[in-house]
């Protein structure tokens, strides 16, 4: 294998989720010495093919089918026990082994049920019911739990009582719902922690140490910038910072030791959930994508919303998120049409205007050389690049590892052959 890895890189997802992020990321970490979550929770879900099984992940790390590689849970990140648990039984299943690999944050907020009832009761942006939100809402208020608390099992009763007080005022009273029961809740949290207590590490202090012994650190962003609280298409929006940016403090590791940032991108688009989507496709087109992309959410189930690349918007997050190149995934997808526009600016009332790049009508699927990919597929790749001026380093032609077309193994050559 011949990644292009640095030793500290951010991999982050360049739309509104779900670019492959799983499968460039189990891909990155055969070279990797461990894989760290910074932010949202168990709404993410990152699918790792392999040829005998297909498996989601919610909140470990993507770096869990490399046996090597050390998996850590960042600060960042919104803890479900009940989801983290379900996910441990789950790879157990499978004969992946997370024993002395996995390490959790003391200071990941704890997701409640209570928040699950919360999202529920108060959405209306069409979120993935987690309790994401209630959750980092707790955080900013400075009411919320933490995983570490857990370990004073007095003190945790006696603050998860004054929350889910506070819990239930709202679901009861201004939510008109069913209150959960506080006893049950705190007695499940109690439970469900006995596997988790002894992963609680100074996640900070960590990475630092593997940092000083030369260890290849790899940061997994979920969901996408575009979804980012702040710069993506708020309200239509998750509730954490999904930029390169939240890599740093999402894990207390130091903002100046990242030397590369890998925009995950699909070839199109696609969107879960309500919100704008300029460059959607409501006809046969948007049914192809959606068809030969198999684009059904791997966390809710749903349909996700189809569409064309937008590379005036993809331009200004290469800037915001300090972007070093690009992997671009789902290429085979493109495979049927005659013709792929892409969006490169917008008029002043937001209607996009696009370019037609010729299509291929040859399959990709598989295909793991460069120079094996017809001229069109090429061409279609060399204008992302020009258009948005870092350059696409790896092509993704597949679900599994395999199907993958390394162009330039080291991106600093990469970015010279560019100028
Ligand atoms: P993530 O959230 O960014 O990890 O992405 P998801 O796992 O939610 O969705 C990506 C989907 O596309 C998954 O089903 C992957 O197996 C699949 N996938 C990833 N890369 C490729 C590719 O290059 N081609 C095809 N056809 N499917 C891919
Ligand atoms: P991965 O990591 C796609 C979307 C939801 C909703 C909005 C807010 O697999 O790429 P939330 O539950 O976070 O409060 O929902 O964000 N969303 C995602 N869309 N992929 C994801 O994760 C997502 N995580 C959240 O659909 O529109
Ligand atoms: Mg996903």
């Known amino acids: ?40 929770g168990h709404n993410a879900g990152h699918t790792i093919t392999t040829l005998r099984k297909k498996l989601i992940l919610h909140l470990i790390p993507s770096g869990a089918l490399n046996p090597e590689c050390q998996c850590v849970i960042g600060n960042g990140v919104v803890l479900s026990l009940q989801a983290l648990n379900t996910e441990m039984a789950m790879l157990k299943e499978n004969n992946i082994d997370l024993a002395e ?45 933490r995983v570490g608390d857990l370990l004073d099992e007095k003190f945790f009763c006696q603050k998860a009582s004054d929350l889910l007080d506070y819990h239930n005022f709202l679901i009861n009273h ?10 049950r809740v705190i007695d499940t949290c109690l439970n469900l922690s006995e596997k988790i207590l002894p992963l609680l590490c100074d996640v900070a ?11 290849r650190l790899l940061f997994e962003g979920a969901q996408g910038v575009l979804l980012d609280i702040d710069h993506g298409s708020y309200p239509f929006v998750t509730s954490s910072n999904t930029v390169a940016g939240n890599a740093a403090i999402g894990t207390g590791f130091s903002p100046l030791q990242f030397n590369q940032v890998i925009g995950v991108c699909k070839a199109y688009t696609t969107r879960v959930g309500e919100g704008p989507f300029p460059t959607e496709e409501h006809n046969t087109e948007g049914e192809i994508l959606r068809q030969k992309g198999e684009e059904v959410g ?7 919303r189809c569409g064309w ?26 495979d049927s ?83």
């Open 309 to 334: 690349l937008d590379l005036f918007t993809l331009r200004r997050m290469v800037l915001i998120n300090s972007i070093t190149e690009i992997m671009l995934t789902k290429l085979d997808v493109l």
């Open 205 to 215: 202090m960590r990475l630092h140490e593997w940092h000083t012994n030369k260890k």
């Open 101 to 145: 690999r996995l390490h959790i944050s003391l200071n990941c907020p704890l997701l409640l049920p209570s928040h699950e009832v919360l999202d529920k009761a108060s959405d209306s942006i069409g979120t993935t019911l987690r309790g994401i939100g209630p959750a980092y809402e707790d955080k900013v208020a400075r009411r919320g739990l």
């Open 298 to 304: 791997a966390t809710t189930g749903r349909q996700r």
């Open 174 to 183: 201004y939510y008109h719902q069913k209150p959960v029961t506080p006893n």
């Open 1 to 40: 294998m011949n990644s292009p890895l640095l030793q500290n890189t951010i991999v982050i997802g360049m739309q509104w989720g779900d670019e492959g992020k799983g499968k460039i990321i189990d891909w990155l970490a055969q070279d990797a010495q461990a894989v760290i979550r910074f932010q949202g």
């Open 337 to 419: 049409f005659a013709e792929i526009p892409v969006c490169i600016d917008y008029s002043a009332d937001k209607t996009p205007h696009y370019i037609n790049l010729p299509g291929w009508q040859i399959m990709t699927h598989a295909v793991n050389r460069y120079n094996d990919l017809p001229t069109q597929a090429r061409g279609y790749i060399e204008y992302i690049e020009d258009f948005i001026g870092v350059p696409i380093t790896v092509v993704s032609t597949g679900k599994i590892r395999e199907h993958i077309i390394v162009r330039h193994s080291d991106p600093y050559l990469a970015a010279e052959d560019q100028r």
